[in-house]
């Protein structure tokens, strides 16, 4: 079975940065994408930003420019830059490992952002 574990979250000032960090208990090599989700209160879960194996990435509109999606092979994790964070941005953020036959959650990591 799959762990991942996300790290990483805090509180920051609106503009200021943090990096979250999804460690896999498999090698992240091992699956088709990662990916890193987010769901604000009320709010349904959306997709942040994903990273396929072969490394094509893709982020969504309201992230492009100001969030980066990254592997570190030699931690094993998977990672997210965010930077220039909003008022939008507070969520609890997700990693997600998938494959056609495995779709695996993390716990989740808590960003809050202050005006």
């Known amino acids: 079975q799959v762990q991942l574990v996300e790290s990483g979250g805090g509180l920051v000032q609106a503009g200021g940065s943090l990096r979250l960090s999804c460690a896999a208990s498999?090698?992240?090599?091992?699956?088709?994408?990662m990916a890193w989700y987010r769901q604000a209160p009320g709010k349904q879960r959306d997709l942040v930003a994903i990273?396929?194996?072969?490394?094509?990435?893709s982020y969504a509109d309201s992230v492009k420019g100001r969030f980066t999606i990254s592997r570190d092979s030699a931690k094993n994790t998977v990672d997210q830059q965010m930077n220039s964070l909003k008022p939008e941005d507070p969520a609890v953020y997700y990693c997600?490992?998938?494959?056609?036959?495995?779709?695996?959650w993390g716990q989740g990591t808590l960003v809050a952002v202050s005006s």
């Open positions: 997600n490992a998938r494959t056609l036959t495995l779709d695996a």
């Open positions: 990273i396929s194996r072969g490394g094509s990435i």
């Open positions: 498999g090698s992240i090599f091992s699956f088709d994408a």
